[in-house]
């Protein structure tokens, strides 16, 4: 009787997991949903992401290897308490996480970019471009009387003051409030494609257009919301908005702006696996987080 043979990527990150400084890149998790205006469940998807990469090849989708990318996880930030003490704790765990080449955190919902970000602002030099990938602005000022609610996070990373709006590009815009329609007819500068745009002038023409107006940005940050998928590529999320672009569409995207830009790190945020049906949305963000290490082994050749 044959004795069965357990493949060697069963394990976290698919086997291409380390420990300490000498990784590629660090991943963190930031479990906290308390910020959401609709539906919660946010805070669980850093461990059903996690719990899905033993399962998943160490290959790119074209059969690139991605064994000898290191990764490091940093493991998760406590997220109990206030806004304030959650924020806080944020930032000081997420400093650790850019002392590596690259950072990815998995959130949470979209309030934990804002901490993010600033810490990004505070240690680096230069100027720091944004590209959000979002059904939603998130524009707003305050939502439901919070300045730091989901719907506020552009809205605080654009107070940066490395941060400008001609170094801000958001895609798949497809929602729209009154007073983030007023911001952006204020502020020229910024540049929104919307979902529909994405589609009828195709991949290629958007990805050019952000490519050109964030290439002189010293560095960039992704901040990708996994609502910018339709519904049917992602329904594990808590603010669901039909008529948005496929999984394709934004993996050629990605693959397409990501080698051309100073990408300093990212995140990917609002999958809720409760809300999820048979993992679609937690195996969708993990298909597009291991094409972005098959981007980061190209670029480290």
Not at 160 to 167: A, D, F, I, K, S
Not at 198 to 205: I, P, R, S, Y
Request: with cysteine; charged share 20%; glycine share 8%.
């Amino acid at each position: 009787m044959s004795k069965s043979v357990e493949p060697k990527h069963r394990k976290l990150w698919s086997g291409l997991a380390v420990e300490g400084a000498t990784a590629d890149l660090a991943i963190l998790g930031i479990p906290f949903d308390g910020a959401a205006s609709f539906r919660r469940g946010a805070a669980e998807a850093p461990a059903a992401i996690r719990a899905l990469t033993p399962h998943t090849a160490p290959f790119t989708e074209t059969g690139h290897a991605l064994e000898t990318l290191r990764i490091c996880d940093l493991g998760d930030v406590r997220c109990d308490g206030d806004w304030d003490e959650v924020s806080s704790r944020i930032a000081a765990t997420v400093a650790q996480a850019f002392t590596y080449p690259f950072a990815v955190f998995l959130g949470g919902d979209h309030a934990v970019s804002i901490p993010i970000l600033q810490t990004l602002s505070e240690t680096m030099e230069g100027s720091l471009g944004v590209l959000h990938l979002d059904a939603h602005l998130d524009l707003m000022d305050s939502f439901e009387g919070r300045r730091w609610s989901h719907a506020c996070t552009a809205r605080r990373y654009l107070e940066l003051g490395n941060v400008r709006p001609e170094h801000v590009v958001f895609c798949g815009t497809r929602s729209w409030l009154g007073d983030e329609v007023a911001y952006v007819q204020s502020h020229p500068a910024l540049s929104v494609h919307t979902a529909q745009a994405l589609d009828a002038q195709g991949v290629q023409a958007v990805a050019k257009q952000t490519i050109a107006q964030l290439e002189t940005a010293d560095a960039v940050y992704i901040t990708l919301d996994i609502d910018f998928l339709d519904p049917a590529f992602a329904p594990g999320t808590g603010t669901p908005e039909a008529g948005g672009p496929s999984t394709r569409q934004l993996l050629e995207y990605l693959k397409l702006v990501f080698p051309a830009l100073p990408v300093r790190a990212m995140d990917l945020v609002e999958v809720s696996p409760p809300l999820d049906s048979s993992h679609i949305t937690s195996v969708a963000a993990v298909k597009i987080l291991y094409e972005i290490f098959g981007m980061l082994v190209s670029r480290h050749g």
